[in-house]
């Protein structure tokens, strides 16, 4: 069985925002997403609103028919609009005003008070709560001490190695803390970086059920439309 394709639409509301515009629309992707064989929405609403807006999900929350991801730093805003908009899924990721993009995974262990915490109240909301990590056994392990539903694991190293001995290893680290999550009871999923070259070896771990993949699916659509994006990476995952 193939995993949950999470499309991330962040880059979407990028274009919007770089003109202020109302086009194009985030939901609208999400719609195409869905139809094309998406099994997850997923978005990061940043405190600086760079791209996604409170309005994406408020909307996204009324019209999505898969599940709704919602991206999030671990801080009492964000918890407060999660109670508000209840999406399916809630993954803390660490975040920096100054970065392009999320640049490595949550450090459980030298937040785990905070962590603790904001997973304790999303899961009093009904909400299933996933972590943001890199592929560390400690970090898995804190993850599961914290009760987290879930994992996903950071592949952005294994996706910018120079050199094949470099991306087995990490590949080999990604497919050793799948294996431990599982074992642990907690389902396990995968992203940042990956695309339609070196998503393979990725889509068959096993124990990763879901794959969350965004710049690589919007810059593909620029080219050959959204539908057409999404379908190709569909039968990737169905066909790794």
Known sequence: MSQRLGVNVDHVATLRQARKTTYPDPVA??????????GQITIHLREDRRHI??????????????????EMAATPE??????????????LVPERREELTTEGGLDVNAHKDVVARVVKNLKDGDITVSLFIDPDLDQVKAAHKLSADRIEL?????????SERDRQRELGRIVDAAKA????????????????????????????????????????????????????MVEILRNP
């Not at 992707?29 to 998406?38: D, K, M, S, V, W």
């Not at 807006?53 to 919602?70: P, S």
């Open 29 to 38: 992707a999400a719609a195409i997403a869905e139809l094309a064989g998406a």
């Open 53 to 70: 807006q409170e309005r994406d999900l408020k909307v996204l929350r009324l019209t999505t028919q898969t599940m709704l991801n919602l």
């Open 78 to 91: 964000m918890v407060k609009l999660a109670y508000e908009y209840k999406p399916d899924m809630a993954t």
């Open 154 to 162: 950071h592949t952005g190293r294994y996706c910018e190695a120079q």
């Open 181 to 232: 999550a599982v074992k642990l009871g907690m389902g396990c999923a995968a992203g940042h970086g990956l695309h339609y070259e070196n998503v393979r070896p990725i889509a068959k771990i096993a124990e990763v059920d879901e794959l969350n993949i965004g710049h690589s699916i919007v810059a593909r659509a620029v080219m050959v439309g959204f539908d057409r994006a999404v379908r190709e």
